[in-house]
């Protein structure tokens, strides 16, 4: 059971940015008083210059940017400070002037959400809670399990019907309590979610800035580093892909805290990526529909290949919305087709494995708005593939079987095997 401490700091504040109201830390409520949308935390930091310029050793690096008060409260397994790759092959098969991968690949358990949940158990930790829950189809699962075993931390993970059998087991390894929940909407779980933590006092670190907004904050580092490993020449275009929304949204508040800073003038236009099987992001930017407006109406049974992604509403699309709108951006839906060719085309023209939520953004590129040989473009690659290699073992060339012997081998490379 959690201490359920009121945390009162002057680093952030929140804000509703339905309305624009702001109230101080200690006073948050979940929802604006004005408006009634979440609200999210607003970073009070004024660092130095040259933390921006310098190259960090880990998204704690950032440590002023994030809502955390102690350094001893920290859970850390090394993340961020993910490497950022020139995609030229992408780039010319596109025609534009340059493709950027920021390759969040690299992090411990082998996706972003390692910088979310970093935060989010980081301040379930200063509020004295000893276990953790979440709903997931993967991801977030394989985090939580990893850094509440860092932590010496229970988790329990509520898992919905997209989670991949690789991610499973992964999330298992780590020592959670696994429970698979036969449903495919995330929305239907979260409730179970929510309930569970209601009733046995654990901390509901689901990344889901509308339910807890700690939990999403993480992912504004990944601005921060795309500024520096840019030399602050930000691409026109961020392409990510889009479940609830974090992601993207919180991208958005990064660079808005670089704005706010004086580091730059004018933010890159966002798109956000989804598949066709699972689209309330491109539904309400096509409708101009507010975001109360959207949780009424979820998405009707999610079906698509990119299982991370299949969230049947907006968990944050009081950001991600927003971010969109106020960057000129773009909402866009890929077929599963589409997205599975993407993935193949990335690993053979850039090495990179990565999973099928991943690989939208990069089947996105042919459809960015305006773009042409002076555009740039940076794809946020999320995952790796080798957590749900099935999803792509249909679309891959079979080995060959041969006998030990050099004609064998020969009749191959002629493209004569037996």
């Known amino acids: 059971m959690g201490r359920m401490a009121v945390v009162t700091t002057s680093k952030f504040g929140y804000i509703c940015y339905g309305c624009g109201a702001t109230t101080a830390s200690g006073a948050h ?34 440590f002023d940017f994030l ?30 002037a340059r493709v950027l991968l920021k390759n969040e690949t690299g992090n411990p358990t082998g996706s972003f959400k390692d910088r979310q949940v970093s935060v989010g158990i980081s301040h379930a930790r200063a509020r004295g809670f000893n276990t953790v829950a979440v ?16 932590a010496g931390m229970k988790a329990v993970l509520f898992m919905h019907g997209m989670a991949a059998p690789g991610k499973i ?71 990510a892909p889009v ?16 704005k706010r800073l004086g580091f730059v003038e004018t933010l890159p236009r966002l798109a956000g990526v989804q598949a066709s099987g699972c689209a309330p992001l491109k539904k309400a930017i096509d409708h ?3 975001f109360l407006a ?41 077929s599963d087709v589409e997205i599975i ?6 690993a053979q023209s850039e090495g990179i494995l990565c999973d099928p939520c991943s690989a939208c953004s990069i089947a996105a590129l042919q459809h960015i708005p305006e773009s042409n040989e002076q555009t740039s473009i940076c794809c946020i690659i999320t995952g790796t593939g080798i957590k749900d290699l099935t999803a792509i073992s249909d679309h891959v060339p079979s080995a060959y079987t041969i006998d030990a012997s050099l004609d064998a081998v020969r009749n191959i490379i002629d493209g004569k095997p037996r």
């Open 294 to 334: 959207t949780l009424k109406d979820p998405w009707p049974n999610p079906k698509t290949i990119a299982g991370g992604i299949a969230d049947d509403i907006l968990f944050d699309g009081h950001t991600v919305l927003p971010a969109i709108r106020t960057t000129n951006g773009a909402a866009i839906a890929v």
């Open 135 to 150: 709903v997931s189809s993967g991801n977030v699962a394989c985090a939580t399990a990893a850094y509440a075993a860092r």
């Open 67 to 96: 809502p955390i008060d102690s350094r001893g409260d920290v859970i850390s397994l090394n993340e961020g400070a993910t490497p950022l790759l020139d995609a030229p092959t992408l780039a010319a098969s596109l025609r534009v």
């Open 169 to 239: 087991a992964q999330a298992a390894a780590y020592g959670a309590t696994v429970i698979k929940v036969q449903s495919p909407s995330a929305s239907a779980v979260f409730d179970l979610c929510i309930a569970a933590c209601r009733e046995f006092g654990w901390y509901h670190l689901s990344t889901s800035g509308m339910h807890e907004p700690f939990n999403v904050e993480g992912a504004k580092t990944i601005a921060y580093e795309l500024f520096q490993q840019t030399d602050g020449a930000l691409p026109d275009w961020i392409v």
């Open 243 to 258: 479940g609830g929304g974090g992601l993207l949204g919180g991208i958005w508040r990064g660079l808005l805290d670089l």
């Open 341 to 346: 060719r993407a993935e193949i085309a990335l």
């Open 29 to 62: 409520a979940a929802t604006c008083a004005t408006c009634s949308e979440p609200m999210a935390i607003e970073s009070y930091a004024r660092p130095d210059p040259s933390e921006l310029r310098r190259a960090p050793a880990s998204m704690w690096s950032y």
């Open 288 to 290: 101009n529909t507010p």
